[in-house]
């Protein structure tokens, strides 16, 4: 079946200052990455404003009251050191989380096979009730509350290889029993959580530290003796993806040292798994990636494998 690619314009008008590494840009590398003639297969579909109630399922209304009230009329607004807004910012936003339902639904729907998510601001580090690490809300966890609370789905799992720690998505999905969370990510690093002894309230997170300058060798072998059985014993309806490609040699934020092969590989393993357990259906979602050229090439990398699944 075919890919879906959610892009929308909205997602340039979410301004960082300027040398910010969560930048316009990041959207617009991508976006001529997957506009050569590879790609034309891809099935473009634009990305829907959620509402309010979308986003209240993982976020309190007062917390979304805050982020609305902080976006200013005209410049740029600090949420913390790292997480910014500008008047487009909750339009972006609310396109991340809508874009996230949308491609679940229709992957759900059988309108397409699998789907990626090219969307800013990112998600994964947004917690409960506070915006932090570029992220305001948790699209990929809201995506599998969606799944699961709309559309009744009883196993969802959330594979992060990110190189941050996923610990938004983590105190979102920390109760959830019906989400099995498995991220992969540097350590030490920033945020500083993500350690393997955080199982969640129902063992239902695994956290795979890997060292800084480990390379894609490393990865792999985690990968296959921890994070393919659990995901075999886990047998998810739905498979969804926090897709950062921070990790790679080139990227400025942190020290692993994959290549862009090594998420050829990642990609082909979880679309194996996504036909051995659900009938190939898998959400991809934007997060990191800030060496721009290395993003671009990632990222095509990602959704060939996605289209070659």
Known sequence: MSVALYMHDDGLNHVTPEGHPEQ???????????????FDALERRTMPQCDDADIG????????????????QTGLARLDEDTWLSPGS?????????????????????????????????????ETAKPMGF???GNVAIAARHAMERRGLAR??????????????????????RALFIGSHQSPLWPGSGRATETGAHGNVMNIELPPHSTGTEMRAAYENRVFPALDAFAPELILVSAGFDAHADDPLAQLNWQTDDY???TENLCALAARHCGGKLVSILEGGYNLE????????????????
């Open 156 to 177: 969802v799992a959330i594979v992060d290889f990110d190189v941050h720690h996923g610990n938004g998505t983590q105190d979102l999905l920390w109760n959830e029993d």
């Open 57 to 72: 399922l993982c976020h309190p209304q007062t917390y979304v009251d805050r982020i609305k009230d902080a976006v200013p």
């Open 135 to 137: 992220c305001l809300f």
């Open 24 to 38: 316009v840009a990041r959207l617009r590398h991508i976006a001529r990455a997957l506009s050569v003639p590879a």
């Open 90 to 126: 909750m339009s972006a936003a609310r396109r991340a989380v809508g874009g996230a339902i949308a491609a679940v639904d229709a992957v759900l729907d059988g309108a397409v096979g699998k789907a990626f998510v090219a969307t800013r601001p990112p998600g994964h580090h947004a």
């Open 294 to 309: 290395a993003l671009a090439d990632a990222t095509a990398a990602h959704v060939g494998a996605l289209m070659a699944a």
């Open 264 to 266: 050829v590989w990642l």
